[in-house]
């Protein structure tokens, strides 16, 4: 796996990447797209939903692969949980 490195701080690409799924992905959201991950190119609003995180990354990353990527998770707060839920 490879590392890749910033061009912005962590504030910027939070701030452009929440600004870009409310601008561009979130109206174009279906019910069955909910719990599901979309990985956004912050720079070119490039984005790719999927169930799973790591394949909406590699094919984002496939056709952009000089993406700043910010993570969202349709209809939740935050992108993953840790820890035990409900107990």
């Not at 790719?48 to 209809?75: F, K, M, Q």
Request: hydrophobic share 40%; with cysteine.
């Amino acid at each position: 796996m490879s590392v890749v490195a910033l061009t912005r701080s962590l504030d910027d690409l939070a701030r452009l990447g929440t600004e870009t799924f409310d601008r561009r992905v979130r109206p174009l959201l279906r019910p069955e797209d909910d719990g599901k991950f979309v990985a956004i190119d912050v720079l070119s609003g490039e984005y790719e939903i999927d169930a799973n995180d790591h394949a909406a990354v590699t094919r984002l990353r496939a056709r952009v692969p000089s993406a700043d990527v910010w993570l969202e998770r349709v209809g939740s707060k935050t992108t993953c949980r840790i820890g035990a839920v409900g107990q």
